[in-house]
């Protein structure tokens, strides 16, 4: 027992000096390094403080929230968030104790991710629509745009007539875009943010168009309008299948329709055929669970009538 433990003491001893000997040898260049390295947090350090513009916020409610115009109300939308995801819960926990009482955990369980689901997918409606929007208007501001270019307006004057002559959402976009350029953000800097909050391919190409005139030239007045004239052309060829995809998406409509169509009849007409099958707790899963799959079977018909231009 005694020569292990002085074995094991022996072992650590000459470890332990060992390492002593290499941390001397190389004493200067880990200072070196240290210095260094402290020496670089601080600059950083100094540069984040110096900044004077907000960072973007990277997660996914910001993005959403970017993409809807809401990014002022981040803190009070996070907080509604919360609140639709427990009130989600309770709701469905209720709506499950009326009909089966064994299933109240169970549905305040599953209506949590449900409520933060459907706060999610609301905000996204909200975000689509104002996106469709400004795509709609992309076309105006690039004629603008070009009108001004070829005048001989700077990139930045550009920006300045589009904000006051350019309808809302996008006037807010480019006029926030100014206030960046005006307090002395890197341009292209501000056209990355812009593409975060402006989420049209069209857009983004533009970006890359003035990206690569800033860098070896060309005529940037003929670029952007050949992207207005791209922008009409996809216009014209999505509302060509809009309408050659209507029957099919009235179809699908029916059809997602007609089961509960039947039963609210069914029951409206013949309340006692329908009564004993709501009467039972197991009847009643097995009808949830079948609206819910009548419900993705419906959103499988829309999504296959609907075309992305």
């Not at 599953?110 to 996106?131: E, T």
């Not at 002559?165 to 206030?179: A, M, N, Q, V």
């Not at 983004?204 to 052309?233: C, H, K, P, W």
């Not at 169509?261 to 949830?288: D, E, K, M, Q, S």
């Amino acid at each position: 027992m005694e020569v292990a433990v002085m074995t094991f003491v022996s072992v650590t001893l000459i470890g332990l000096i060992g390492l002593a000997m290499l941390k001397s040898g190389h004493a200067d260049e880990l200072s070196r390094l240290y210095k260094h390295k402290r020496k670089m947090a601080e600059k950083n350090q100094e540069e984040v403080e110096d900044s004077i513009f907000v960072q973007q916020k990277t997660g996914y409610l910001a993005r959403i929230l970017a993409l809807a115009g809401l990014e002022s109300k981040y803190d009070q939308m996070k907080t509604t968030w919360i609140c639709c995801s427990f009130g989600g819960g309770l709701v469905l926990a209720v709506i499950l104790g009326l009909s089966v009482p064994e299933l109240v955990v169970v549905g305040f369980i599953l209506g949590i991710p449900l409520g933060a689901a459907g706060f999610v997918f609301y905000l996204s409606q909200v975000a689509k629509r104002r996106q469709a929007r400004m795509t709609e208007q992309l076309p105006q501001v690039l004629e603008t745009m070009v009108s001004a270019l070829r005048a001989g307006s700077p990139v930045l004057e550009c920006f300045k007539v589009i904000s006051e002559t350019s309808p809302d959402p996008i006037r807010g976009e480019f006029k926030r875009g100014l206030i960046s350029l005006q307090l002395g953000k890197p341009f292209r800097d501000v056209l990355k943010e812009m593409c975060l909050r402006i989420k049209a391919p069209d857009f983004r190409l533009l970006t890359q168009a003035v990206f690569i005139s800033q860098d070896v030239g060309g005529n940037l007045a003929d670029v952007v309008a050949t992207i207005a004239d791209a922008i009409r052309e996809r216009f014209k060829l999505r509302d060509f299948l809009a309408a050659l995809t209507s029957q099919g998406k009235a179809t699908a409509m029916f059809i997602g329709c007609l089961p509960y169509g039947i039963t609210l009849l069914t029951y409206c007409a013949t309340p006692g055929y329908i009564i004993p099958f709501l009467n039972h707790p197991v009847a009643r899963i097995v009808l949830l669970l079948l609206m819910i799959w009548e419900g993705i079977g419906f959103y499988i018909l829309m999504k296959m009538t609907t075309f992305e231009v």
